[in-house]
Structures are given as C-alpha cells and as structure tokens.
C-alpha cells in the first residue's frame, strides 16, 4: 500500500488525509523535491514524465492513417465526436509527445486543416 492507502486504511478521514498529504507536500517542496517526486512518494504511483514515444506512436499511426485516408466519417464529419477525434489527432502530431514538430507533422497538419468540413 502506499502512504495515502496507509492512512485511509489506519481509519483516518479523507479531510484529515488531505490535510496531512497537503503538510507533507509544503514540508517536501520547501526541501527541494519536485511535484512529480512527491506524488511518486505519497501515492506510489511511478509516472513518466512523458509518454514513451513507441507508447504515442501506437495511438498517433492508425489514428492518422485514419483520418487522412478521407475514407471515414470521421476525416469529413462535423458532428461533436467527429471533430473531437479529429482534435485528440492532432493534439497526439502537434505536442503530446514533447517534441518539436518536423516537417512531415507539419504537412500532416496542413492536409488535416484543409480536409476539414469548415474550411470547404
């Protein structure tokens, strides 16, 4: 278990488990740990600091195959879920991988834009 479910299982109140984690958390920042150090620390979860890139790549490939084939709903649709595909796609090319974008991305991007029912 880690230090919060220690608590929580101790019989300690959600009120008084967040007061606690939000003590231990200035006493920490005020020594210098990072954010992402004291949340490993008090949840016991280990989470990157970024997303693998072979993890993004398995989302970004056959979303963008996808929509740039103009052969589904989604490349030519306007309704909500269409366009909030389209969105998450272009999020994953443009900067959910923390890099600088190339210019293969970029004309990903531009092919996108101009198959967007909006811009015909």
Same mark, same amino acid.
Request: overall charge negative; cysteine-free; glycine content about 10%.
């Given at each position: ?6 608590? &929580?299982? $101790? #019989? +300690? *109140? %959600?009120? !008084?488990?967040? =007061?606690?984690? @939000? ?5 920490? &920042?005020? $020594? #210098? +740990? *990072? %954010?992402? !150090?004291?949340? =490993?620390?008090? @949840? ?16 970004? =490939? ?59």
């Amino acid at each position: 278990m880690t230090t919060i479910q220690d608590l &929580q299982a $101790a #019989g +300690f *109140s %959600d009120a !008084e488990v967040s =007061d606690w984690a @939000t003590q231990k958390r200035n006493e920490m &920042q005020g $020594a #210098g +740990f *990072s %954010d992402k !150090e004291i949340d =490993d620390h008090l @949840t016991g979860i280990k989470l990157p600091e970024k997303l693998p890139k072979s993890f993004i790549d398995r989302i970004v =490939d056959p979303l963008k195959a996808v929509l740039l084939s103009g052969q589904t709903p989604i490349a030519s649709s306007n309704d909500p879920l269409a366009r909030f595909v389209r969105g998450v796609g272009t999020g994953l090319t443009t900067g959910y991988t923390g890099e600088p974008l190339g210019e293969e991305e970029k004309k990903n991007i531009r092919l996108m834009v101009s198959l967007s029912p909006q811009r015909k």
